[in-house]
């Protein structure tokens, strides 16, 4: 079955970390870049991080830059999000997605993991 | 911080036709870069509704086009239905140092 799968999110206090997954399963999952989309409560859908299929290239919202990190591990087909120093504002569902290799849309999303950045 | 914009909302009796604008600039959608919709219902993931300005994945009912023109894209629904009530995002490239993709405000479109 071809599927993203998140998991990690939680309540975390300001300040603190979090780390992001999403488990790739049903596709071949080395030849796709990948990316995270955040949505705060109620609000609109914001690009968070890119990853190319090869892990080479990262590219990041300038919102998380520097305290954000993305990255894959192909022996387990997983895509990570490495969150730092986190904020009220981070609070978000997060959700994978999968880049289309020709469209570049993103044709395949996880249900999202929800982070809670509270005191 | 969306540079795509979009009407809060739109709505339509069943049968209706109703359109939703994404309006961007010269640094995405005027720069020729290809539009993405989603549609999302609430508490769901966005799916994947049209690529590519106007081609729609497989499952995507006929009822829904799009298009591009200069700096704005826009996403028709023709015949409009119940189950079409959800909130809809345009989704380009952006070249600008505020990040490669751009979503737009997002849609709601309230079936009457």
């Known amino acids: 079955q071809v599927q993203l799968v998140e998991s990690g999110g939680g309540v975390v206090q300001p300040g603190m970390s979090l780390r992001l997954s999403c488990a790739a399963s049903g596709f071949t999952f080395t030849i796709y870049s990948m990316q995270w989309v955040r949505q705060a409560p109620g609000k609109g859908l914001e690009w968070v991080a890119l990853?190319?299929?090869?892990?080479?290239?990262?590219l990041y919202a300038d919102s998380v830059k520097g305290r954000i990190t993305i990255s894959r591990d192909t022996s387990k087909n997983t895509l990570y999000l490495q969150m730092n120093s986190l904020r009220a504002e981070d609070t978000a569902m997060y959700y994978c997605?999968?880049?289309?290799?020709?469209?570049?849309?993103?044709?395949?999303w996880g249900q999202g993991t929800m982070v809670i950045v509270s005191s | 911080q969306s540079v795509l914009t979009q009407p809060p909302s739109v709505s339509g009796a069943p049968g209706q036709r109703v359109t939703i604008s994404c309006t961007g600039s010269?640094?995405?959608?005027?720069?020729?870069?290809?539009v993405h919709w989603y549609q999302q219902f609430p508490g769901t993931a966005p799916k994947l509704l049209i690529y590519a300005n106007r081609y729609r994945p497989s499952g995507v009912p006929d009822r829904f086009s799009a298009s591009k023109s200069g700096i704005s894209a826009s996403l028709v629904i023709t015949g409009l239905q119940a189950e079409d009530e959800a909130e809809y995002y345009c989704q380009s490239h952006d070249s600008s140092l505020s990040g490669p993709k751009v979503f737009g405000t997002g849609t709601k479109v309230s079936v009457l």
């Open positions: 997605a999968r880049d289309n290799t020709v469209t570049h849309a993103l044709d395949l």
């Open positions: 990853i190319s299929d090869d892990g080479s290239n990262k």
């Open positions: 010269s640094s995405n959608i005027g720069a020729g870069y290809d």
